[in-house]
Each structure stands twice: as C-alpha cells, then as structure tokens.
C-alpha cells in the first residue's frame, strides 16, 4: 500500500495559532449585517446630520465678521468652549439618533441568534460565552463611537484649523479625553443597554419597539413626576437625564438637574449590571424547557 | 381525464432569478409525486398552485379557476406547507380547530372534524398540549391534520416527510396512500428520491425551474434511449453464463459484482438480452438466482436527466 | 363563506390567540404604571383634589395619549400583517377561504378590542384611584367616559395606519417609531394648521381643557400651542384616517405578494 507521502499529502509539521481575538468575526458580521439594510444607511448617514450643524457653527464661530448679519443678537450662542460639546454630545435629538441607529444595526444581535438556535453553533466551537458577547458589543462599540468621538474629535481638529492657531487646545487640553471619555461611557452603557433588551426576545420587531419604549417611557416617566413632585432627583428615572448628567460632568459644566451627577452614574452602571447577569444567563448553548 | 391541476406555460421570477421557467403541467388525481433538488422550484410551483404567489407569466388553474386572489378555491385545497412554524401558543387541538373555523362550519362540527383529523393523525393524547412542546414529528403530524380537517378533494404537501423519523415516514406514507384510496388528488414533493418511490410511481421531475419529465418512473425510463439498461444477473456460475453474451454486438458493457455471484450488463435491447438469456440458462443448465434491473428507479433516472 | 362572517371567525381566532401571549401581558402590565403612580400620588396628595385632578391629566395626556397608545398600536398595527410573514404563518391564513381583506379586518378588530381593554382597565382604575373622595358625581363618570372615548379613537385611527405600514413595508416598525416618536411629538407644537397634520392634534381637541375640579397648569405643556379643531370634525377626521388607511392595507394586502425571507 503507497504511503501518505507518495499520494500527495504530506503532514504539516507547524504549530497551530489560535486566533487572539476570537469575538473579531462576530463584531464584523454584525456590522457587515448591518450595512446589507438599504435603510440602515440611510439612518446611519442621517445620524451626522448634527455633526455637520454642529461643524458649520464651528466654522461661523471663527467668521463672525462674515455672519455677522446672520448670527446679530446670537453670537453669544456660538461659542466654541466645552459647554459646547457638551451641548453637542447631549442633545436629545442626537441621543435620539443613538437609540435610532442601534434599534436599526443592533437590535436583532442576539434575538435573531435565539430566533435561529444559533447559540449552540457559536458554543460549539472554542468560543467562550465573553468572546460572544464582547463580539456583539463590539458591533454597538463601532456604531455608538463613530457617531460620537469620531466628530468630537473632528470638531476639535476642525477648530484649530479655522482658528489657525493652538489656542483652543491649550485653553482645554482635557477635552479631548472628555470627548472619548463620553463617547466610551456612551459605547459601553447603549451597548449593556440594547443587548439585554435583544436578549429579552426572539422577535427582532418587539424588540425594537422595547430599545425605544423604555427609552421614551423612562423620559415620561420623568416628566409626569417632575411635574407632580417638582423635585430634580426625578430626573434619576430618565435613561437621557442620567446620560446627560453624566456628560456635564466629563465635561465640567454644571448639571442641568440639581442631583449629582455620581447618582446618575450609579442608575446607569447599575442598569449595565442587571443586563450583564441577564445576559450571562440568557446566552448559553442549551435551552431549558420548563 | 380531465386534469385537476393545469398549469400552462408558468414562469415565476424572483427578482432577476428564476423560480419555474414555463412549466406546463396536468396534474391528476390519485397521488402524484413532485421530485426536485432543493433550489429546483418545487415550492414555488407548489406556492404558485396554492394562490400565495401570482405567476408572472402564464396561468395555473385549480378544477378550472384560478388560485391567485380566489379564496373560494381553497375549499377544495389542503395545503401542509413545508415551514415549521405554527401558533406556538396553541395546543394541537386549538390549532386546528381554530383554522378550520374559516370554512363557516358550525361549533360542533368544527370539534367532531378537529377530533377526526387528530385521530387520523394519532395525536388524540397529545391534542391538549401547546405545540410549542411538541416533537417534530408531533409537529408534521398536526401540520398535516389542520391539511385534511375539512375534508380537501386537493391535498397539497410540500416537503411532508422532512424531519420525521423512520417510523414516521411509515406511518405518514399509509396515511398519503389513504387519501389516494379514498379517490383524492394528492400532490407531494420531495428532494429524497426513496420517500417519492415509496409513495407513487407517477412523478414530475423538477430541475432549475423546469419540468425534465414526468409519468410514470418504467415509461420515464424507456424514454431515456441514450442510457442502456442496466441488467443485473445473480447466479451459481456467472462467468460462464456471460461468457455466452461476449460476441454478442447489443451487449455495451459487462462487469462483474465483486461477491463473484453477480454479472451486470449494459444493453439497448433488454428484451433481446433477456430472449437469449434464457436460452443461454437451458443450453447451459446454469442456474439463475435473481435478475433485477439496478436502474429501473428514480435515482437513476434523475441521474441520466440530469446528466442530459 | 361571506366577508361579514370571515371577519368574525378571524377576529375570534386572533383575539383568542392575542390574549394569551407574552408579549400581550407585557403591555398589559406597561398599563399598571399609571396605576401605581395613581395610588402613590394619591397618598402624596391626599385632600388636595385640584391637584389630583390636574395630576390625572398629566397621566392621561402624557403617559396613555403620547407613549402607551401609540406603543400598543405599533407594535399590534404592524403585526397584523407583518407577524404572519416573519412567523411564515401567512400560508396557513391565505390559503383558506376567506378574502384577504377580511384577515386584514378581522386581526386589525381583534389587536384593537384587546388594545382598547388594556387601556380601559389601565385608564379606569388610575383615573378612579385618583378621584376616589368624588365617586358619587355623575359628571365624573362622563369624564371618564370621554376620556376612553378618545383614547379609544386614538387607537383605532394608530392601529390603521400603523397597519397599513405594515402590509406595505418590510421595515414598518422603524417608519412606525419615526413618525410616533418623532413626526407626532414635534409636529403638534408648530403653530397654525401644520399642527393638523399630526393625530394627536385631533385626540387632544377632543380633551376637555379644565381637569375636573379646577386647576389646569398642569395641561399648560400638552395643551401648549394646541389650536383645537372642532371636536365633531376631529371625530370624523380621525374616523376617516382609520377608514382610509384600513381600506389602504386592505388594498395593498389583496395584491401583494409576500416572500418569506429565506
């Protein structure tokens, strides 16, 4: 009988490499996914549409001699300090956004996996159940980030350009970390966030629905005990509050809420919490059927 | 005999893909067997037939009306789809209970029907059982009792036996025959060459979206005159018995069976072969265990379409 | 089978089906928060009834008229049809005989009559929790009943056109999301007939202006730039809306085809 050898095969005598970042083909499908939805674009190019307000508002700051007749009574409102991209980065509208893009590319992450089965053929292979998540996560890191740090970090580029000169950047040589800091905090809560409601169900639709509903039910909720009890702490109930709490103080202005700003962030770490057991025990290969 | 379904010149496009290319099609009644690979076009015939889908070119009609926006029609039809999906949150006997109140039958008749088609089905003990719990099997057997519950002249089933085991299969194969028995017109498609053999002998072969034959699988087989007939022949001495057919020019090919008992030969004219293969067995006084024809079934004949 | 009748044992079927869900207790239970928040505010205001009342209204406005109705109508409006093609259940609906349209009538009434009982139980026992010291004042009873009236309309007219996105698009939730969430929330505040080109518009007419006992500041967000529209045109208007967009899904439901994505 012919050896291996004279058949053709020969044995591959080198060392197998384990892949170092096994979560990597998930984050990439998810965005790849993502980007397949015609609509998806569509909403995703419309989410920079405040960038660019935001981005000419930096260009008019440095020309007010040109828009003079246009700004007049407003130029106060155009000034390019940290309050600025503070109001930027916590405007309701583009947290709106957020939630928008992520309802869009993130919401069937793990709900379409539950739909499918799918959890047995990811555990099935050498994949830990944190590389699946962080893998998932990461897809919410990638959209979340891009909307956020990427035009801060224009913004402060951009600045210096029309200004010509450094100034701005030694006047606030911490808002660059402010920026990713609140990008990162935002990355990282919407991600805690969207996966523990796609965790909830197997249909992406329902799904969808709940990342808004509770977004908007928690702002309701907000305003009808606002209203009733007139006290600030109320603002603790509100998923934007908190996130705008939370900006003021990376980026040092005052809170808009007379509540401090680390009780938002305990509401909004505490939130990522529960969502990290539910999804601890959500995501394993065997189903149990009561 | 007037056809029950007939579909002529149908086409269906998905987009730039083609689902069916002009197929022209009679269906009678009795069970006739929808044979394809997956992807061939077997569904969308199937969807085409059954009103879900509207034909781009061409028409397909049920007993003379056509299916597309004709909710009449599907008085007559049965249709088992070949999803497993449901309403998870029924039990097998609300399911189909529930689905056969669209047919204006009064409350008693609706339970006495669900009843009978659960019993068909040998799912009585389980009737009360959400489906959500149900095995596969389970699953098939209630698809296929909310099919016949009003008592279809038309069953359609789409991939019926997929998933079942065996035994299943068994049991599902009497229950189609059945319905044949009780003067139905029964339509099944399948990709598993043996489930459609086991249940009819008329077939519709389906490939790439159009029809490559259909009748019955021996007159399919002879209609194939490119491919010579297999002949296998098992006896106490086969070396000698086909040495009397070497000179012989209608022998294409001969081999042997590696068990030493068996000699295959390849022929055009097979009752020729068999003329002087029993004149070869008296001259010789070899004794001829089995004859049997290896090509003589579905596989091959899709085989050699195919190839074609 | 008639029309009229498919419609019955469709509705019977669905509603049937919609009962028992989890999704359905889900939002059944989203309706005890105004509940709970009725029983707290009355042990915080406890004999101050002009503000209970105008704290009612708030509730009302806000959390039933601008989230909890538009939330049910969403998600029940678009899953008339688009739950049947996600779930691959529409070969099991559309080849009985029933006209399609009459699928259409029959989910869309049976979604709406367990929309409107969730609401209803949600909207009386808040709305009773809250007037609790007045139970023996008919008026309160006609306010209460004008108060379901609109709701209920609210929810009819949503359900159909959220219904209608439903049939005729793949992503109808999103659409549904941008145009409750967004279009509806900013649209009702603009100035002169733009506001009119929103249905809360309509539903807020329909509102009495005073909270039962006097008060009224804490309408001054909702009712704020609200031009009314007379309420006889506002109930047809909205009558209307549903009746147009039914008809609309209806229409696109008989004549599309629908693919289940493989």
């Known amino acids: 009988m012919a050896t291996i050898r004279e058949k053709g095969y020969s044995h591959w005598a080198g060392t197998l490499c384990e892949r170092r970042y096994p979560w990597w083909p998930i984050t990439r499908t998810g965005i790849r996914l993502a980007f397949r939805k015609k609509a998806f674009k569509f909403v995703f190019a419309m989410a920079f549409v405040p960038s660019f307000f935001f981005l000419a508002s930096i260009y008019i700051s440095e020309r007010l001699e040109d828009f003079k007749a246009l700004v007049r009574s407003r130029e106060a409102l155009i000034s390019v300090t940290p309050k600025y991209f503070n109001e930027f980065f916590t405007l309701p509208f583009f947290l709106f956004l957020i939630i928008l893009v992520l309802a869009f590319a993130a919401a069937g992450l793990i709900s379409d996996d539950l739909k499918h089965n799918s959890l047995q053929l990811y555990f099935s292979r050498p994949l830990h159940k944190k590389d699946y998540l962080l893998g998932k996560m990461s897809v919410v890191f990638f959209f979340v980030l891009i909307i956020t740090a990427l035009p801060g970090l224009v913004f402060i580029i951009f600045k210096l350009i029309f200004a010509g000169s450094f100034k701005f950047f030694l006047d606030y040589p911490w808002l660059p970390l402010s920026i990713l800091g609140y990008s990162a905090f935002l990355a990282v809560f919407f991600a805690f966030y969207v996966l523990l409601l796609s965790a909830s169900s197997k249909n992406t639709r329902y799904v969808t629905i709940l990342i808004f509903a509770t977004y908007f039910f928690s702002d309701i909720l907000f305003g009808i005990l606002y209203e009733t009890f007139r006290k600030p702490a109320m603002a603790l109930f509100s998923i934007r509050a908190n996130l705008q709490q939370v900006g003021a103080f990376l980026f040092g202005q005052k809170p808009r809420y007379a509540v401090p700003a680390v009780w938002s962030f305990i509401v909004l770490a505490g939130i990522c919490v529960l969502s990290a057991v539910i999804l601890s025990r959500k995501t394993r290969s065997v189903e149990v059927i009561k | 005999m007037t056809a029950v379904i007939a579909a002529s010149n149908l086409s269906k496009y998905y987009g730039n893909v083609l689902g069916l290319n002009e197929v022209s099609l009679d269906i009678e009644s009795g069970i006739t067997g929808l044979l394809g690979p997956n992807g061939a076009g077997k569904s969308t015939f199937m969807k085409l037939i059954t009103g879900q889908m509207k034909p781009n070119i061409g028409h397909v009609t049920v007993r003379g009306r056509k299916a597309w926006n004709n909710p009449a029609v599907f008085r007559d039809i049965g249709f088992c789809p070949e999803n497993d999906v449901f309403y998870e949150d029924m039990t097998g006997l609300e399911f189909v209970a529930g689905l056969l109140r669209f047919y204006g039958y009064s409350a008693s008749e609706i339970k006495e029907r669900a009843a009978k088609a659960l019993d068909i089905v040998e799912l009585t003990k389980d009737k009360d059982r959400l489906i959500r719990g149900y095995s596969r099997g389970m699953r098939q057997r209630v698809k296929f009792a909310q099919a016949i519950a009003h008592d279809p002249e038309i069953v359609i089933l789409d991939e019926p036996l997929n998933g079942l085991d065996p035994l299943g299969k068994r049991k599902f194969i009497k229950l189609i025959k059945e319905f044949k028995s009780q003067g139905r017109t029964v339509l099944v498609s399948s990709h598993v060459l043996p489930e459609i053999e086991a249940l009819t002998s008329r077939v519709v072969l389906i490939h790439q979206g159009k029809i490559l034959a259909q009748g019955d699988i021996p007159y399919i087989r002879e209609l194939i005159e490119a491919h010579p007939h297999m002949i296998s022949v098992r006896s106490s001495d086969p070396r000698a018995l086909a040495a009397r057919f070497i000179g012989d020019r209608s022998i294409q090919k001969m081999s042997f069976g590696a068990d030493g008992r068996t000699f295959v030969v390849e022929t055009h004219k097979r009752d020729d072969f068999f003329g002087r293969l029993t004149g070869a067995v008296l001259e010789g006084g070899i004794e001829v265990e089995e004859i049997s024809s290896p090509d003589d079934n579905l596989q091959a004949v899709f085989e050699y379409l195919v190839g074609k | ?262």
């Open chain 3, 1 to 262: 089978m008639t029309t009229k009748r498919a419609v019955r044992e469709v509705f019977g079927f669905f509603f049937s089906l919609g009962r028992r869900t989890g999704k359905t207790r889900v939002f059944a239970l989203l309706g005890l928060v105004p509940v709970i928040l009725a029983v707290v505010l009355r042990v915080v205001l406890h004999g101050r009834s002009g503000d209970i009342a105008a704290v009612f209204t708030e509730i009302l406005m806000v959390f039933f008229l601008q989230f909890y109705i538009v939330i049910l109508a969403l998600f029940y409006g678009t899953s008339v049809a688009a739950e049947e093609v996600e779930g691959r259940t529409l070969s099991y609906l559309i080849t009985r005989p029933v006209p399609k349209p009459a699928i259409i009538l029959g989910k869309y009434a049976a979604y709406s009559l367990l929309m409107f009982l969730m609401v209803a139980v949600s909207l009386a026992l808040s709305f009773f929790i809250m007037n609790a010291a007045r139970l023996g004042d008919a008026r309160l009873y006609l306010t209460f009943l004008s108060y379901l009236g609109v709701l209920g309309l609210g929810i009819l007219a949503y359900t159909a056109f959220f219904t209608f996105l439903g049939t005729l698009l793949k992503k109808a939730i999103l659409v549904g999301l941008v145009f409750g969430f967004g279009w509806e929330n900013v649209i009702q505040y603009f100035p002169g007939s733009t506001q009119r080109f929103s249905v809360v518009h309509f539903l807020k007419s329909l509102l009495p202006y005073r909270p039962m006992g006097g008060g009224g500041g804490g309408l001054a967000l909702l009712l704020f730039r609200l031009e009314p529209t007379a309420p006889l045109v506002a109930v047809m208007i909205l009558a209307v809306i549903a009746g147009v967009f039914l008809a609309l899904a209806c229409g696109v439901f008989r004549t599309k085809e629908y693919l289940y994505e493989e």
